[in-house]
């Protein structure tokens, strides 16, 4: 019932922006807190960014703060990450994630590769 569908990944060269959406349904998006996280080849997954009920509250990773902005939109149930300052290291799957009554929910995933 619950779901979670990314868009926005692809090909961009290193310095460039790139802005993921995450569509959802099947729960009341305005209550909860969205996160992003990422995991690339080899890699540990990783939390990237969150943001609370509400949109007031946000917090980033070390690595991508100041560079990424997590936004929201409780009207169309959808949660956002643009991406500036792109890096190679920034290369894979971008997973939208929420946690409902302690039951966490992921989409499919978006690959952002990074690459000249």
């Known amino acids: 019932q619950v779901q979670l569908v990314e868009s926005g990944g692809g090909l961009v060269q290193p310095g460039g922006s790139l802005t993921l959406s995450c569509a959802t349904s099947g729960f009341t998006f305005s209550n909860y807190a969205m996160s992003w996280y990422r995991q690339a080849p080899g890699k540990e997954r990783e939390l990237v960014a969150q943001?609370?009920?509400?949109?007031?509250?946000?917090s980033y990773a070390d690595s991508m703060r100041g560079r990424f902005t997590i936004s929201r939109d409780d009207a169309k149930k959808t949660v956002y990450l643009q991406m500036n300052s792109l890096k190679p290291e920034d290369t894979a799957v971008y997973y939208c994630?929420?946690?409902?009554?302690?039951?966490?929910?992921w989409g499919q995933g978006a690959q952002v590769t990074v690459s000249s």
């Open positions: 994630n929420v946690n409902i009554n302690g039951l966490r929910y």
């Open positions: 943001i609370f009920s509400g949109g007031g509250i946000t």
